[in-house]
């Protein structure tokens, strides 16, 4: 096993920050040296195993919490059964370094069990982001699989009751969006959004389903003036 691990060794608690290790694949090793030499958590080991299993399970459960990267080529090497089986949820995440990122692919990635799906040609900035993404338990999928992920998970009896305006606001949620950041994607007042997000959270409490959006604040019991946009 090749390792860069800072000013740490094994052994040693890492608070709060995943390690990162690859498969045996140099294109891959090489980015993840650039990644981490141009960061500032110093702290992030760094590791390269082999193509198997019993290697990295041991080194996953050397390194817990971690960020497993591998290239789609190499994803039938990856244990899934066994990494289930010996650690908590999302302990390891599985980032997929693929060719082909279109939604019915990236979705297909998620349902294997991985929590992020990166180009090859995406370049170190992204993997960056991407890996901090993922650092964070969140997921790196694109907008729209997410959007569909987070729809699916919602009965279709709740759904149907959305306006138009409601499924716009609820869409933009699921991707993590604060009531801001709606507010300035849909051109309406912040005031609008978190009333909205009141009538949605409302929605889906009748149908046994609780939903809330960033940050959680007192919302008005009657719209704005705005709230018809």
Not at 26 to 37: D, K, M, N, P, Y
Not at 69 to 87: M, S
Not at 190 to 216: C, D, L, M, Q, Y
Request: with cysteine; net charge positive; hydrophobic share 35%.
């Amino acid at each position: 096993m090749e390792v860069i691990d800072g000013q740490h060794a094994f052994g040693v608690q890492l608070s709060r920050t995943r390690s990162v290790v690859c498969l045996d694949a140099e294109c891959i090793w090489q980015s993840l040296i650039s990644v981490h030499r141009g960061t500032s958590e110093t702290s992030r080991i760094v590791a390269r195993v082999e193509k198997v299993t019993e290697q990295i399970v041991q080194t996953c459960q050397r390194l817990v919490p971690v960020i497993l990267v591998v290239k789609e080529d190499d994803l039938g090497c990856v244990p899934f059964k066994e990494l289930r089986d010996n650690f908590v949820r999302r302990e390891v995440q599985v980032l997929v370094v693929a060719s082909d990122t279109r939604e019915s692919t990236c979705e297909y990635f998620f349902n294997q069990g991985c929590a992020g799906v990166i180009r090859k040609d995406a370049g170190v900035a992204v993997l960056r982001s991407s890996l901090d993404a993922l650092g964070r338990g969140e997921l790196w999928l694109p907008r729209r699989v997410l959007s569909k992920l987070a729809l699916d998970a919602i009965p279709n009896s709740g759904i149907r009751r959305l306006t138009p305006r409601e499924e716009s606001i609820y869409q933009l949620m699921a991707t993590g969006y604060s009531n801001q950041q709606i507010a300035d994607t849909l051109f309406i007042s912040r005031e609008t959004v978190r009333w909205h997000v009141r009538s949605i959270n409302s929605k889906f409490g009748s149908a046994g389903v609780s939903f809330r959006s960033k940050p959680s604040q007192t919302e008005p019991t009657t719209p704005p003036e705005s709230a018809g946009t």
